[in-house]
């Protein structure tokens, strides 16, 4: 028999051990210790510390409880170390052989090391950019420029299923895709019933992976495993999303994403070379990427993960309908992560959003789809609550209290400057002459991606409570 733990989020086990099973024996209990160690407690009352399951990203229901709570995970090629190991080998190799190394930040992460080193954002992106390059790294990118094409793509395949939806049954409430950890979820929990319902359309991440090893592969005259892709992001489901085989080049051999660092993982590596980053000297930002110059940093209106169901929703009143929204009013309901938009003319509701944060929304929103009471048109889902700026790899404060530190994140991200992705004049070129257009194949393969329903096997990740 097993005991429930204090990590139980899904009702399925997200703390795998090896269990020694005698032939002909009762079952055996599991205690676990406060240290967080593991005892397989026999009938007879004897104890016997079990060892600690190593996991392929493949296995991971991707809960973040195992992770999170620093258990010894096997992630391959996903780490600040493996990082190291790229710079190190770049010192000595011949040219012929080196990496060009690029990093990519999420604007989240951005904001949750401003917070922590007491400094702007635009200064924390600078200094951040003059720390990564005194180790070896050549390039650094925001992928703020990759969640312009993210948002575009999202709203045009929005108002395709609209107005599909008396000829698809599974067209609408679309679902957002921008969060691996509700992905993973939902291919290994729900499966074949909820993916149609899931936007096609690729996170931020895997779009600057099809930049970085295309687009600017090209403009460097390199092959795509030519570069060393590394990207910061707020959470370790990013690390999942990246080794995903959809985001795998079979022709080179290499992934769009080479290596997920998150947040706190570059506060290590500050850390361990005894750098504050208060006290490095700022230099211009790297703009492949940016319509914008070095001394300006640009977000998106919406919110800390960013923004899709705002862009998504004004973008339809005003397609569909031909309705301009300036603001958007959002009417929480049980709590805050999970609250309504409703456009209504004349007393007809015309659009009704909704965001669900957390996998208790989560869970409530997947059981109302799966008895057909949801009247949602479209759900920004996200799996951390509160969203990506509270995401399990952003950095933590001890002594100050959650609330009060993810408001400090949240003030910082949102300082910047807002942009509107329909303007952005380098998107606009790059859809033209890389893509080839909106609408080609090209910016399919680039901008959008697949999922896939993962049967259930007799694992410890399938116990249920």
């Given at each position: 028999m097993l005991e429930k733990c204090s990590f139980c989020k899904k009702g399925e086990c997200i703390k795998p051990v090896k269990v020694e099973k005698n032939p002909g024996k009762a079952a055996a209990k599991i205690r676990i210790e406060a240290d967080g160690s593991y005892f397989q407690i026999n009938q007879d009352g004897g104890a016997q510390k079990l060892e600690k399951a190593k996991i392929t990203l493949n296995d991971c229901l991707?809960?973040?409880?195992?992770?999170?709570?620093?258990?010894?995970?096997?992630?391959?090629?996903?780490?600040?170390?493996?990082?190291?190991?790229?710079?190190?080998?770049?010192?000595?190799?011949?040219?012929?052989?080196?990496?060009?190394?690029?990093?990519?930040?999420?604007?989240?992460?951005?904001a949750s090391l401003a917070a922590r080193c007491k400094m702007n954002v635009l200064e924390t992106a600078k200094k951040l950019t003059t720390f990564l390059k005194s180790l070896g790294v050549h390039y650094v990118f925001d992928t703020t420029f990759s969640r312009n094409f993210s948002l575009?793509?999202?709203?045009?395949?929005?108002?395709?299923?609209?107005?599909?939806?008396?000829?698809?049954?599974?067209?609408?409430?679309?679902?957002?895709?921008?969060?691996?950890?509700?992905?993973?979820?939902?291919?290994?929990?729900?499966?074949?019933?909820?993916?149609?319902?899931?936007?096609?359309?690729?996170?931020?991440?895997?779009?600057?992976?099809?930049?970085?090893?295309?687009?600017?592969?090209?403009?460097?005259?390199?092959?795509?495993?030519?570069?060393?892709?590394?990207?910061?992001?707020?959470?370790?489901?990013?690390?999942l999303e990246a080794s995903r085989p959809d985001f795998f080049n079979q022709e080179y051999q290499t992934r769009d994403v080479d290596c997920v660092i998150t947040t706190g993982e570059v506060l290590r590596l500050l850390e361990q070379e005894g750098i504050s980053l208060s006290d490095v000297d700022p230099v211009p930002l790297d703009t492949m990427f940016?319509?914008?110059?070095?001394?300006?940093?640009?977000?998106?209106?919406?919110?800390?993960?960013?923004?899709?169901?705002?862009?998504?929703?004004?973008?339809?009143?005003?397609?569909?309908?031909?309705?301009?929204?300036?603001?958007?009013?959002?009417?929480?309901?049980?709590?805050?992560?999970?609250?309504?938009?409703?456009?209504?003319?004349?007393?007809?509701?015309?659009?009704?959003?909704?965001?669900?944060?957390?996998?208790?929304?989560?869970?409530?929103?997947?059981?109302?789809?799966?008895?057909?009471?949801?009247?949602?048109?479209?759900?920004?889902?996200?799996?951390?609550?509160?969203?990506?700026?509270?995401?399990?790899?952003?950095?933590?404060?001890?002594?100050?209290?959650?609330?009060?530190?993810?408001?400090?994140?949240?003030?910082?991200?949102?300082?910047?400057?807002?942009?509107?992705?329909?303007?952005n004049q380098t998107v606009n070129e790059l859809y033209e002459h890389w893509l080839g257009g909106m609408d080609s194949e090209k910016a399919a393969k680039a901008l959008h991606t697949e999922y896939h329903a993962v049967e259930k096997t007799g694992t410890g990740f399938n116990i249920k409570w």
């Amino acid at each position: 028999m097993l005991e429930k733990c204090s990590f139980c989020k899904k009702g399925e086990c997200i703390k795998p051990v090896k269990v020694e099973k005698n032939p002909g024996k009762a079952a055996a209990k599991i205690r676990i210790e406060a240290d967080g160690s593991y005892f397989q407690i026999n009938q007879d009352g004897g104890a016997q510390k079990l060892e600690k399951a190593k996991i392929t990203l493949n296995d991971c229901l991707a809960c973040s409880g195992c992770i999170t709570s620093a258990e010894s995970v096997l992630i391959t090629q996903q780490s600040h170390e493996e990082l190291y190991k790229v710079l190190t080998f770049n010192k000595t190799a011949a040219p012929s052989e080196q990496k060009l190394v690029v990093v990519s930040v999420s604007p989240q992460s951005r904001a949750s090391l401003a917070a922590r080193c007491k400094m702007n954002v635009l200064e924390t992106a600078k200094k951040l950019t003059t720390f990564l390059k005194s180790l070896g790294v050549h390039y650094v990118f925001d992928t703020t420029f990759s969640r312009n094409f993210s948002l575009l793509e999202s709203q045009r395949e929005f108002v395709k299923r609209f107005r599909k939806q008396s000829e698809d049954k599974k067209a609408l409430p679309m679902l957002a895709s921008a969060c691996p950890g509700w992905i993973c979820y939902a291919e290994k929990t729900h499966g074949s019933f909820i993916i149609p319902y899931i936007s096609t359309a690729k996170s931020p991440q895997q779009v600057m992976g099809s930049l970085v090893k295309g687009h600017f592969a090209e403009q460097q005259h390199l092959r795509p495993d030519q570069i060393y892709h590394v990207t910061v992001m707020p959470c370790y489901d990013k690390k999942l999303e990246a080794s995903r085989p959809d985001f795998f080049n079979q022709e080179y051999q290499t992934r769009d994403v080479d290596c997920v660092i998150t947040t706190g993982e570059v506060l290590r590596l500050l850390e361990q070379e005894g750098i504050s980053l208060s006290d490095v000297d700022p230099v211009p930002l790297d703009t492949m990427f940016s319509s914008v110059t070095e001394e300006e940093l640009t977000s998106h209106s919406g919110g800390g993960s960013g923004g899709y169901l705002e862009h998504i929703y004004k973008y339809a009143a005003k397609e569909l309908f031909g309705i301009q929204v300036d603001t958007i009013q959002y009417k929480p309901l049980k709590n805050k992560d999970f609250q309504e938009v409703t456009l209504e003319k004349d007393g007809v509701v015309l659009l009704q959003f909704a965001l669900a944060y957390g996998f208790r929304n989560i869970q409530n929103l997947v059981q109302k789809l799966k008895r057909g009471k949801s009247p949602y048109h479209y759900v920004e889902v996200m799996a951390c609550p509160s969203g990506c700026l509270n995401g399990g790899g952003q950095i933590k404060i001890e002594g100050e209290s959650s609330k009060d530190w993810l408001q400090q994140v949240e003030k910082l991200y949102e300082s910047l400057k807002t942009e509107i992705p329909e303007k952005n004049q380098t998107v606009n070129e790059l859809y033209e002459h890389w893509l080839g257009g909106m609408d080609s194949e090209k910016a399919a393969k680039a901008l959008h991606t697949e999922y896939h329903a993962v049967e259930k096997t007799g694992t410890g990740f399938n116990i249920k409570w």
